[in-house]
């Protein structure tokens, strides 16, 4: 299921496109909005556990390891 997701902070990231394909780099300034699917987990921070998800838009590419507090779900 996609959500439409509002980014609340800069994020600047890794794109993945194809597996064949280098990554790219992409920049999200904070209230720009996209739809995405998203899978949530935990990892270990400097100060203990951190909420986030990768983040697989509906042209196929994805950011991963966006951290919860840089984003919105605006539906």
């Known amino acids: 299921m996609f959500h439409k997701i509002v ?10 496109t194809s597996p ?16 995405a699917q998203i899978k949530p987990y935990v990892v ?3 100060v ?9 838009f509906e042209d196929g590419s994805a950011i991963r390891r966006i951290p919860f507090k840089c984003f919105y779900f605006a539906d």
Request: charged share 25%; net charge neutral.
């Open 20 to 35: 064949k394909h280098l990554l790219g780099k992409v920049r999200l300034r904070p209230g720009a909005s996209m739809k």
């Open 48 to 56: 203990g556990p951190i909420e986030v998800a990768d983040l697989f």
């Open 44 to 46: 270990n921070g400097n």
């Open 7 to 16: 980014f609340a902070a800069e994020i600047h990231a890794d794109l993945e």
